[in-house]
């Protein structure tokens, strides 16, 4: 009992240190930072209420809010800005500008570093170069044929779906959705994620897990110990996030949280996730070694485009192929889970995109060809709009301010502070996009549609913007361009609702629509 007595004491007592230490920074001001308001009134004094509001899946949502209520500078930790306003995107994101990537990329890297995370310049550099053709415009029409064949897939499954629909899977617990009133519907949300999976392990890897033809994502590996292990694709990687997101957010404590919270299975999912990396890598190296020469994105990584090894050590492949899969899936899926919503609640932009598909393509083409779709503006700037108004990071990555410290809206920020500009409020700044709450694809065809550009940062901006957008929009354009064509949707009601959950990134909930061909054709 004694000793009980000490612990409850000592907890208290450094709980009372802590508080006061806090306090007092607060007060003392070393950066000068309590001239701004702060996301709640404990925000300028600790981190929780940011990773309270992150744990709960509506960090965005928050920051938001609290930029619409305090305006467009928000401290939401003791060092953490956001800001929102047009000439924050340029000096925080532009080219050229001083600030480096945040403790929030150094707290979750691995042993090897990929070019998402790599925090030195030079580096990232390097990296760049060698993953560039993968990724390039030209290099689309090696993807093309993937992008067709998954597409093809997802057609036989939906032209069968059409005759006998089914909810599958079954609804998440926290599911907000009646199942009472699903007869005759599909998950929508589900489909996509599969495709996006299936394409980007495809092209990624040049390996055929089918996801879509089983309906599942359900993969068996071995583990790093010779263990067989099954479970779901993106299960344990939305969860790996889920509770990495809960936590990393305060940069002094996270390694301390992560050893108390290790019990959690979802650290197991991110061992799985990481098992599932390491697994697809050595089945690649397999076939590399055999002389099997592939048309995939692992052969940039192997060797140069003469031929040379770039003697890459394996942790590097493994890390490359951590973030392909994980950003090459969930953003995707994400995103073309989010596009039909936007039109099936916005009819008159539905009726527009579908006529401009239609006046390119055939009763019975299945699958949209690229050539013939990607060049529609229509199309293009619903894809575009719809990424606006929910973009798959809700969020943009953290930098930290150079040493010596920096202007960010004629506000000098001193140095090694937080700092970031997140696209769900940027793309909401009434003074760049009128009307923002508005589904409105025609704004991306004015005149001076052009001047929006600097402020869509749905692929971050600058030297460290998305190297993956061109793929995601061939992807995109594609399977849009294809559903549109050849089936009709209806939502539940007019009045529903599609839920979003953040974590790293912002996923929709499940998403039930009944589905119906728009005229008879044959199955191929």
């Not at 006998?164 to 959705?177: G, M, R």
Request: glycine content about 6%; hydrophobic content about 40%; aromatic content about 12%.
């Amino acid at each position: 009992m004694i000793f009980f007595a000490i612990f409850i004491g000592l907890v208290v007592l450094s709980a009372t240190v802590i508080l006061f230490k806090h306090i007092y920074n607060y007060l003392r001001d070393p950066k000068g930072l309590r001239r701004f308001p702060g996301l709640s009134p404990l925000a300028p004094l600790t981190n929780i209420p940011y990773m309270l509001f992150a744990s709960q899946g509506r960090r965005f949502m928050a920051i938001h809010e609290a930029h619409q209520r305090l305006g467009p500078i928000v401290r939401v930790g003791p060092n953490s800005i956001s800001f929102n306003d047009p000439a924050a995107v340029k000096d925080i994101y532009g080219h050229g500008s001083p600030v480096r990537k945040g403790e929030f990329y150094d707290l979750l890297a691995g042993s090897h570093r990929h070019l998402a995370d790599v925090s030195d310049r030079d580096e990232h550099s390097r990296k760049r170069r060698v993953l560039a053709g993968a990724y390039s415009q030209a290099s689309l029409e090696h993807w093309e044929h993937v992008v067709a064949n998954r597409t093809k897939a997802l057609i036989r499954q939906y032209d069968a779906l059409c005759i006998d629909p089914i909810y599958h899977p079954t609804l998440h617990a926290d599911s907000s959705i009646d199942s009472a009133s699903l007869n005759g519907y599909i998950n929508h949300r589900h489909w996509m994620i599969l495709f996006a999976q299936d394409a980007i392990v495809q092209i990624g890897m040049s390996a055929d897990l089918r996801m879509l033809e089983a309906g599942n994502d359900i993969v068996t590996i071995k583990d790093f110990c010779g263990q067989r292990d099954t479970f779901s694709y993106r299960e344990v990687l939305w969860r790996s996030h889920l509770i990495q997101n809960g936590l990393v957010w305060s940069p002094n404590w996270f390694k301390c949280l992560a050893a108390l919270t290790g019990w959690h299975p979802y650290w197991t999912d991110n061992t799985k996730y990481s098992n599932l990396c390491l697994y697809l890598v050595q089945k690649r190296l397999q076939r590399y070694e055999a002389g099997e020469r592939l048309d995939d994105f692992f052969t940039y990584i192997f060797e140069d485009k003469y031929g040379k090894p770039n003697m890459y050590p394996i942790g590097e492949m493994v890390a490359e192929t951590s973030i392909m899969l994980n950003a090459g899936s969930d953003t995707t899926g994400i995103a073309l889970t989010n596009v039909l919503y936007w039109l099936l609640k916005n009819p008159t932009c539905l009726a527009r995109l579908r006529d401009e598909i239609d006046s390119v393509l055939h009763d019975d083409e299945a699958v949209a060809p690229y050539d013939k779709v990607k060049h529609l503006p229509y199309l293009r700037a619903c894809l575009d709009e719809s990424l606006r108004l929910t973009p798959p990071n809700t969020m943009s990555v953290n930098r930290l301010t150079p040493p010596e410290g920096m202007s960010i809206m004629g506000h000098w920020i001193p140095g090694n502070t937080t700092v970031h500009s997140p696209p769900y409020a940027m793309h909401r700044h009434v003074d760049v996009f009128p009307n923002p709450e508005s589904f409105d694809p025609a704004r991306w065809l004015m005149d001076d549609a052009k001047d929006l550009q600097p402020y869509f940062i749905t692929f971050s901006a600058g030297a460290r913007g998305c190297i993956g957008r061109n793929i995601t929009y061939l992807e995109q354009t594609v399977v849009l361009a294809s559903l549109l064509h050849r089936y009709d949707f209806e939502l539940l009601d007019e009045d529903w609702v599609l839920d979003q959950k953040e974590a790293f990134t912002c996923s929709p909930g499940d998403m039930p629509v009944r589905i119906s061909m728009r005229f008879p054709v044959d199955n191929e």
